[in-house]
């Protein structure tokens, strides 16, 4: 009932560790599959190793988190391994997230992290406070296309999906960028730019002064951006990520027409049991309305 396919990749459910949340070691990534996902996302990796960003890098809103990593990661050629042991581990799909800076990076990321395992790639193309690793790429036209042209004719057999942010005039024009250039799908939306200032020291409290929004307070942006998609490239493959916390709230993200979605700052508030929570709910939904598979639901909101 709730076994979905994207791009050919088969998950036992829609409900996916979003990036950044727990994708760093195999035994976290094995957690997320215990706990009930149907799909895994690593930490985003660049092709040098990140310390990222000076403490604090964290801070707890009444709307959501505000965070600024600053992509901390050891690197790819560290972190093939840590795919490789993962993909022995696991038994749901296994999706690396890259954060290339440039048309070379992507190529030789994209390259690793199938040589080490992965299932698919998740182009990180909009982290909002990450020089040259994030919205610079996306809102570059020419570049972004090239990136992911790269990566299509290097990794053939690898669906690639693009993770892009709302912080854009034209969601839709930008979808259809990505997708002339040969991505498989659309990842929406990354956190929003946002930052937080502390009324003692009258200073910004983040480290990085600005970070990235995430939880409730995405919600109905992500539902819009993924709707409006939706709504020009019906049929399109869209994973729907922003503020999920009930299966209510991925509910809405179904009907407005993403065919998967993930979870991150979920799992702060409600633990890693949101996987089974999630699931549990939503097969009640379906069967108390008598549908079959979780596909008949996606999209409906439009017709
Ligand atoms: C980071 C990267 C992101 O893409 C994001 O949305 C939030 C934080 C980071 O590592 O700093």
Same mark, same amino acid.
Request: proline share 5%.
């Given at each position: 009932?709730? +076994?979905?396919?994207?791009?050919?990749?088969?998950?036992?459910?829609?409900?996916?560790?979003?990036?950044?949340?727990?994708?760093?070691?195999?035994?976290?990534?094995?957690?997320?599959?215990?706990?009930?996902?149907?799909?895994?996302?690593?930490?985003?990796?660049?092709?040098?190793?990140?310390?990222?960003?000076?403490?604090?890098? #964290?801070? +707890?809103?009444?709307?959501?988190?505000?965070?600024? !990593?600053?992509?901390?990661?050891?690197?790819? *050629?560290?972190?093939?391994?840590?795919?490789?042991?993962?993909?022995?581990?696991?038994?749901?799909?296994?999706?690396?997230?890259?954060?290339?800076?440039?048309?070379? +990076?992507?190529?030789?990321?994209?390259?690793?992290?199938?040589?080490?395992?992965?299932?698919?790639?998740?182009?990180?193309?909009?982290?909002?406070?990450? *020089?040259?690793?994030?919205?610079?790429?996306?809102?570059?036209?020419? #570049?972004?296309?090239?990136?992911?042209?790269?990566?299509?004719?290097?990794?053939?057999?690898?669906?690639?999906?693009?993770?892009?942010?709302? !912080? &854009?005039?034209?969601?839709?024009?930008?979808?259809?960028?990505?997708?002339?250039?040969?991505?498989?799908?659309?990842?929406?939306?990354? &956190?929003?730019?946002?930052?937080?200032?502390?009324?003692?020291?009258?200073?910004?409290?983040?480290?990085?002064?600005?970070?990235?929004?995430?939880?409730?307070?995405?919600?109905?942006?992500?539902?819009?951006?993924?709707?409006?998609?939706?709504?020009?490239?019906?049929?399109?493959?869209?994973?729907?990520?922003?503020?999920?916390?009930?299966?209510?709230?991925?509910?809405?993200?179904?009907?407005?027409?993403?065919?998967?979605?993930?979870?991150?700052?979920?799992?702060?508030?409600?633990?890693?049991?949101?996987?089974?929570?999630?699931?549990?709910?939503?097969?009640?939904?379906?069967?108390?309305?008598?549908?079959?598979?979780?596909?008949?639901?996606?999209? #409906?909101?439009?017709?």
């Amino acid at each position: 009932m709730l +076994e979905v396919s994207l791009s050919g990749v088969r998950f036992k459910n829609p409900f996916l560790l979003a990036s950044g949340v727990l994708g760093i070691t195999p035994g976290l990534l094995k957690r997320a599959e215990r706990s009930g996902a149907g799909g895994v996302v690593t930490k985003t990796i660049t092709l040098e190793p990140r310390r990222g960003h000076v403490n604090p890098v #964290l801070v +707890e809103l009444d709307v959501g988190m505000l965070n600024s !990593m600053g992509l901390p990661n050891p690197g790819v *050629e560290y972190f093939m391994d840590v795919i490789t042991r993962a993909r022995e581990l696991l038994e749901v799909p296994l999706i690396a997230s890259i954060g290339p800076s440039s048309v070379e +990076e992507a190529e030789k990321l994209s390259t690793n992290v199938v040589k080490g395992g992965a299932d698919m790639i998740e182009l990180n193309a909009s982290c909002p406070h990450v *020089e040259r690793h994030g919205l610079e790429i996306l809102s570059d036209r020419k #570049l972004i296309s090239e990136i992911i042209g790269k990566v299509k004719d290097s990794v053939p057999g690898t669906p690639l999906l693009v993770k892009v942010s709302a !912080m &854009t005039d034209d969601i839709c024009s930008l979808a259809s960028t990505i997708l002339d250039a040969g991505a498989d799908g659309i990842v929406a939306i990354n &956190t929003i730019r946002a930052m937080a200032i502390d009324i003692h020291s009258q200073k910004p409290i983040l480290g990085g002064v600005y970070g990235g929004l995430s939880g409730p307070a995405l919600k109905p942006i992500a539902v819009r951006c993924i709707y409006e998609i939706y709504e020009e490239f019906p049929g399109s493959t869209i994973v729907g990520v922003g503020g999920i916390k009930s299966w209510e709230d991925a509910v809405e993200f179904f009907l407005a027409g993403a065919s998967a979605v993930q979870v991150g700052t979920g799992i702060a508030y409600r633990g890693l049991e949101i996987f089974r929570e999630l699931t549990e709910g939503i097969e009640k939904y379906l069967a108390h309305r008598g549908y079959k598979s979780i596909g008949e639901i996606v999209g #409906l909101a439009h017709s």
